[in-house]
């Protein structure tokens, strides 16, 4: 397969992890003009259904390419997402920094992405993290981004050679129903969509984690039907 960027756009790297923020993020890349690359990462977690959302999601929303990449963070554990021993929480808000937290994830998947972005002479990073509703993770706050696009522009050739590089955090300051709104514009189909922390094979939602908490209340407040299917 030719992975070169299309001639007419510039290349963007897309991290896609198959959930309702990351769809967003790829549709607004798409709108601003990029040819989208999308990367996604197997890292281990058990809600494994949402790389095939992410599959389709490359597909819907017009991506160059789809990569998964396998990182496998369960080897270390000390989260409920990436090792089942730890039951994930539900029906209860998380105070904290909650144990669904997966030590250093983002900081690995933009690395990754960085990686490919100046393989493809991309000067672009988009990423899908939000500051508003959710979960309380560090790495998901605007100076954490600033950090990271600062070390990248310290640590890659690109970059030394004058191609300065850009993370692209477009839903970091948006409420749920702001980012629902955004992406109904630009035509996402959230139904492709897997948020649910412990879905099943088939994508079905538990409804009662701090992730789905979330996303039905984002749609509520959006005033838009919630297309998540649950689990029996």
Known sequence: MD???APSRPAAIVLLSGGLDSATTLALARAQGFACYCLSVDYGQRHRAELQAAAALATALGAVEQRVLRLPLSEFGASALT????????????????ITYVPARNTL???LALAWAEVLGSRDVFVGVNAVDYSGYPDCRPAYIA????????????????????????LIDLSKAEIIQRGMALGVDFALTVSCYQADAAGGACGRCDSCRLRRAGFAAAGVPDPTRYAD
């Open 83 to 98: 090792d089942e021993t730890i039951a994930v929480p539900v029906d209860q808000a998380m105070a904290g920094i909650p």
């Open 147 to 170: 950090a990271f696009e600062q070390m990248a522009n310290l640590a890659t050739r690109a970059a030394v050679e004058g191609a300065r590089l850009r993370i692209h955090a477009p």
């Open 109 to 111: 998947l933009l690395a």
């Open 3 to 5: 992975t070169s960027p």
